[in-house]
């Protein structure tokens, strides 16, 4: 395991030197010059949407609630459909027009509205310190269980190496990282679905074995209510045309032409990725029904507990460097991303503009990096809310005013500003309440669906109430293309 973990830092370290030669300007540095290719864009794409969670939440998703966890990655299809053609050609086209380098950037140049594109830069900076710090603590938690260092330590290595490939290279070298994380991710998962298909008897076995114990877990809604499943569908359908660490990389295809070619190429990635997901859950609660396997002490065990005990050591070592890989690339994402906002995005809206935007932006994804990894160290139950409320921030700020506002010329600035402002205060007081346990849902309700349910309702009444702005002729051109 300690070799195979030594190689992938060496390959990581060797495309940090690459990139940081071909990076040299803001736009090398946050944009990878606008020359990344469909194939390197769709893996990138793939390795950050999935995370640490397909290797480690996932799995024990499924261990425990069964098939209403399917409805989490259900929605994939639709997604990349909805990204490519909604979402992905007008971003492209509209950063070439105007030159711009963030996600809050197209919102002020959609609104001419500074003001939108400072409070957007602000939703996501809130969003992006607690999501880092949830993954920085996975990334360390990983190489503790390769190198026995630790969790402290582990923590700051791991914030270290990504921090170094990502300061240097910026998302060129984050994109094709991404490229070996996600090619990593896929060979891996494949493999461990097929010792859990043996492990299991294949899936006719494992389906009766697991149908005569737990009905429900099964069924069409696995152990969920129809309305947590539904729910689940919904924000993580529409949800992820909010999150930055992934929309954001739109801006750097070669040829939106291409694009056509997207929902396939994501969508065949996502499925192999996901065969770990769904294989493991099932393998597991299987084995633990035959009596085969103790039941497991926590749910993110699953993956650890399978491969450590049904699987070759050098494929079970493949899999926590892809873990650490996965978890490697949205980190470095997330750096990114938040480095532009405070590089950028912030200067904007208060009026001035950055003179040295590249050095700058090295400098603050240090600070980023610095301070995610400080939270980590805090308690997990903290870190584990920070992660939830940042997924939802983007979600509930972003999708309204970038997604359709992008597809609406009925879309007000005040809408906007409205909807941005909504989800902010929605989110982080739903997730509040309900981290202090001074409130709580009914079954099936999710604070994530109330506050992006809100922030898009806001939107549109806001929008009707007022009349539309003229649109700039770049901004009409590119609604309409």
Do not use: C
Not at 14 to 38: H, K, Y
Request: net charge positive.
């Amino acid at each position: 395991m300690i070799g195979v973990a030594i190689l992938y830092f060496a390959g990581v370290a060797a495309i940090s030197v690459w990139a940081a030669r071909r990076t040299r300007t803001a736009g090398d540095f946050f944009l990878a010059g606008q020359g990344i290719g469909l194939w390197a864009l769709a893996i990138a794409a793939m390795a950050a949407t999935l995370s640490g969670f397909i290797f480690v939440g996932g799995p024990g998703l499924v261990y425990t609630i069964g098939m209403g966890a399917v409805f989490i990655v259900m929605p994939a299809t639709i997604t990349n459909s909805m990204t490519a053609w909604v979402l992905a050609k007008r971003l492209r086209l509209l950063g070439e027009a105007r030159g711009l380098l963030t996600i809050p950037d197209a919102i002020g140049a959609r609104y001419r509205s500074r003001l939108a594109q400072g409070l957007a830069a602000v939703a996501m900076l809130i969003a992006i310190v607690g999501y880092m710090a949830t993954n920085i603590l996975a990334l360390g938690l990983v190489i503790d269980a390769i190198f026995g260092i630790g969790l402290a330590p582990s923590i700051w290595i791991g914030m270290l190496v990504t921090l170094a490939y990502t300061a240097s290279g910026g998302i060129l070298a984050g994109i094709y990282t991404d490229l070996l994380q996600g090619a990593l991710m896929a060979v891996a998962s494949a493999l461990v679905f097929i010792y859990a298909l043996q492990a299991g008897g294949g899936m006719t076995a494992m389906s009766a074995t697991v149908l005569a114990a737990d009905p429900a877990f099964l069924g069409p809604w696995g152990k969920l209510t129809p309305l947590a499943a539904l729910s689940f569908f919904f924000v993580f359908g529409l949800g992820v045309l909010g999150q930055p660490h992934v929309v954001h990389k739109f801006y750097m295809l070669r040829d939106p032409r291409r694009l056509r070619w997207y929902p396939l190429l994501m969508t065949l990635a996502l499925v192999v990725t996901l065969l770990l997901f769904f294989g493991v859950g099932l393998v597991t609660k299987t084995l633990v029904v035959r009596g085969e396997l103790a039941p497991l002490t926590t749910p993110d065990a699953a993956t650890p507990t399978f491969l450590l005990g049904y699987t070759p050591l050098l494929l079970a070592a493949l899999v926590f460097s892809g873990v650490a890989a996965a978890i490697m690339s949205t980190v470095n994402s997330f750096m990114n991303v938040g480095a532009a906002a405070l590089t950028h995005d912030l200067p904007v809206a208060l009026g001035f503009r950055v003179r040295n935007e590249l050095r700058w932006g090295r400098i603050w994804t240090a600070v980023i990096a610095v301070v995610a990894a400080a939270i980590a160290q805090v308690s997990g139950t903290l870190v584990a809310f920070l992660g939830i409320f940042g997924w939802g921030l983007f979600a509930s700020t972003l999708v309204p005013a970038l997604a359709i506002g992008l597809n609406w010329r009925g879309a007000t600035r005040a809408g906007a500003i409205a909807s941005i402002a909504t989800g902010l205060v929605t989110t982080l007081g739903l997730e509040t309440l309900a981290y202090l346990k001074w409130f709580t849902f009914p079954s099936g309700v999710t604070a994530t669906a109330v506050a992006l349910v809100t922030s898009i309702l806001v939107f549109f009444i806001v929008s009707f109430a007022g009349k539309p702005e003229p649109l700039d002729e770049d901004i009409a051109l590119v609604m309409t293309s």
